[in-house]
């Protein structure tokens, strides 16, 4: 899940705007207010996390990039962990017993109706791997598993 940001050469543009010294650097403290108004939202720990390991009060564009890139890097983790614990928590709707498992026909009629429309042979191929000896399926794992496999394209 990837946002789209400003470009390295847009990026030095728009870090000129918060230098108020003239002299190419932002202040240290400045970092979360930039990050924010570029459309990251990093919490005040990250912030403090990344700036803490510079030991200047003011930043440079050199100085400003790496840490951005670790606020768009720390972004799509947590986009990726939320789209995660949705679907998790969808799936535990049809957890009945709350133990953490659903049976692959509960998983199999959702398949089948919603989306793609998977036939019960489809839905099986794809479910096949996640299902133990008492037909039940480990719906956090298996959503983990599928979203996580990088041999994905």
Same mark, same amino acid.
């Given at each position: 899940?990837?946002?789209?940001?400003?470009?390295?050469? +847009?990026? #030095?543009?728009?870090?000129?705007?918060? %230098?108020?010294?003239?002299? @190419?650097?932002? &202040?240290?403290?400045?970092? =979360?207010?930039?990050?924010?108004?570029?459309?990251?939202?990093?919490?005040?720990?990250?912030?403090?996390?990344?700036?803490?390991?510079?030991?200047?009060?003011?930043?440079?564009?050199?100085?400003?990039?790496?840490?951005?890139?670790?606020?768009?890097?720390?972004? +799509?983790? #947590?986009?990726?962990?939320?789209?995660? %614990?949705?679907?998790?928590? @969808?799936?535990? &709707?049809?957890?009945?017993? =709350?133990?953490?498992?659903?049976?692959?026909?509960?998983?199999?009629?959702?398949?089948?109706?919603?989306?793609?429309?998977?036939?019960?042979?489809?839905?099986?191929?794809?479910?096949?791997?996640?299902?133990?000896?008492?037909?039940?399926?480990?719906?956090?794992?298996?959503?983990?598993?599928?979203?996580?496999?990088?041999?994905?394209?």
């Amino acid at each position: 899940m990837s946002r789209n940001y400003l470009g390295e050469s +847009e990026m #030095r543009d728009y870090f000129s705007l918060f %230098d108020t010294k003239g002299d @190419g650097k932002i &202040a240290k403290g400045d970092f =979360g207010t930039v990050s924010r108004s570029l459309g990251a939202n990093p919490t005040n720990k990250e912030i403090s996390t990344l700036t803490s390991n510079s030991g200047k009060d003011r930043l440079s564009f050199e100085d400003f990039y790496p840490m951005w890139q670790s606020v768009i890097k720390m972004e +799509e983790e #947590r986009a990726d962990t939320y789209g995660q %614990d949705k679907i998790v928590s @969808g799936f535990r &709707a049809f957890d009945r017993e =709350g133990n953490g498992q659903i049976t692959i026909s509960d998983v199999q009629n959702i398949l089948e109706k919603l989306g793609e429309r998977l036939s019960g042979e489809e839905s099986g191929a794809i479910l096949g791997q996640f299902v133990d000896s008492e037909g039940r399926i480990e719906y956090e794992k298996m959503v983990n598993t599928i979203l996580n496999d990088d041999s994905r394209p």
